[in-house]
Every structure is written in C-alpha cells, then in structure tokens.
C-alpha cells in the first residue's frame, strides 16, 4: 500500500500560519503518523490571502449558521471565507484524500466544539469552524478528526482504521470493478464488519448476496456507503469478544484443553478490561498460522493497521 494521503492543518505540521505568527507543531503527527502518510497541509486562513501575524478571529451570532467576524475591526469575513471554503474543497477532488487532521477549536478549522459567541458575547461551544464545515459537506463519507483526539485510544484507533479502510477499498476499486472483487472484498473484511456493528454486518452480507440484481455502479456505491459508516461506529470490548469468539470456534478440534484455557481466559481478561486488545489479537494469529486458517490469516481485522502504530496496546 502506497502512503496514504491525508489533508492536515498546516499549523499541526510546525508551519508558523497562526494568527499569532506560531504554530501548534504535533511530533507524533509528524514523526510517527508521518512514516505511514503523505500530508496535504492547509490553512485556511492564509490560503484566504490574511496574513502572519493577523488579527484574531470568531464565530458570532445563530449556532447554525454564524458569522466569521475579526475581533478587534468588527470585520466580517464570511461571504469572503465561505467562497474560499467551498472553492479549496472542491479543488480537493484532485488530492485523493482519505482523511483529514483539523486543528481542534478553530473558527476555520474545528470540527467540533468550536465557540460560538451570541449578542451577550457568551460562548457556546457547538459550532463548527468554516472550512471545517465545507469539506465534511463535499466529502461525507472522508473521515474527519480533530488533532486533539489523538490522545483518546479509542477515538484515535478508529480514526486510523477508517482511513487504512478507505485506502483498501480505493485500491481495490482501482484494480477494476467486478462482482467477484466485491465479493473478495468483502470475504476479507467480514470480521473487522462484525468487530463494529451486526447490523452492518447483515446489511453488507445481504448487498453483496445479491450483487447481481444492481448494475455494478450502483453496487460499489451502496457498499462504499456501508462500509464507511460501519468503521464509524465503534467497536467496544462486547463487540470485539464477539469477533475473538467466533475466530477461536476455527480451532475447536486443534486446540488442546490448556491452549483452549488459555485463550479463553486471555479472551476474558480483555472483555473485562485487565488487558488490551493485542494480547488475544496475536494469539489468534498465532494459532491461525500454527493450523494453517486461511481464512483467518486473510482477515483484515487481526492487521487493520501498521502494528508499529501500536493502537491496540492501548484499546
């Protein structure tokens, strides 16, 4: 897999763009996440044609729709800023984007959370910043995250998973659309599918079931939404015992009684929260290489990601 390429906030990067001349520079963005992606930085706010340093900037007035008014000149930048908004997210069709990094809190960039001041100058933290906005509405299904985030396992690991899953299936849509891919796909997925939802997992085993009944088109399309909105969801440790049970069912007639102990109180141990989820993750490939599974050894769920990023130690 080529290096994945992801949109970022410029600032995240180290690039001094911020409305104060600095920048908020993330070392594991850049020397950890950075060995597996190609980043696009962006920021808005320059890209608008302000400069460094600049006046400061809010979000004013409806939740819903608020104004981007400079702080000190009372200057109001929205018609200028959406324009520029709608315009560089269009461009972004072109960068074969499979996510992207917002600097958190941001009147531009946030994509949550944002402070939106009302008549009083009373701060409501429920907006959403501007640039933010209009990419999250050309590209719904590209997954989205706050940089902020990085530090919630949970939250991070899932924002990862979606991206590694996005590249995968644009790969694999590269190669050619058929039937048969579609069900190759699927195959290998199934178990990182159920790891998020059973819903889903019903909904895609259907779809796929009868692809022929839809033009081949119209197939990926429906597919390429479910898939998306499945790695959305999260997949909490009931979810994931589910998926480690299933697996271990593989090895039902290998299994000696100690190594069937073992796993299931290793299996436990994870459904209660003493371990993470590596431990009983790599010893399910152990035995799926030891008894020689296939299946198993093909599924995208025991390697959804580099193992150097070290996500499922902490989830």
Known sequence: MEKIRLGISACLLGENVRYDGGNTHDRFLTDTLGKYVEYVPICPEVECGLPVPREAMRLEGDLVSPRLIRTHTREDMTDRFMKWSETRAAELD???????????????????????????????????GMF?????????????????????????????????????????????????????????????????????????????????????????????????????LKATPKKNTNVLMHMMGYFKKELTSGEKQELLEVIDNYRMGYIPLIMPVTLINHYARKYDRPYLKGQIYLNPHPMELQLRNHV
């Open 94 to 128: 072109e960068e074969d984007l499979c996510g992207f990094i917002f600097k958190s809190r941001s009147p531009s960039c946030g994509i949550e959370r944002v402070k939106v001041y009302d008549e009083r100058g009373v701060p409501a933290k429920k907006g959403t």
């Open 132 to 232: 933010a906005k209009a990419f999250i509405k050309r590209f719904p299904l590209i997954p989205v995250e706050n940089e902020d985030r990085i530090y919630d396992p949970e939250l991070w690991e899932n924002f990862i998973e979606r991206i590694f899953t996005l590249r995968r299936w644009r790969d694999a849509a590269a190669k050619g659309k058929t039937r048969g891919d579609l069900v190759a796909f699927h195959t290998i997925h199934k178990l990182q599918v159920l790891s998020h939802s059973t819903k889903h997992y019903r909904l895609m085993g259907s779809l796929v079931a009868k692809a022929n009944e839809l033009p081949i088109k119209e197939l990926y399309r429906q597919y390429q939404i479910l898939l998306m909105e499945v790695v959305q």
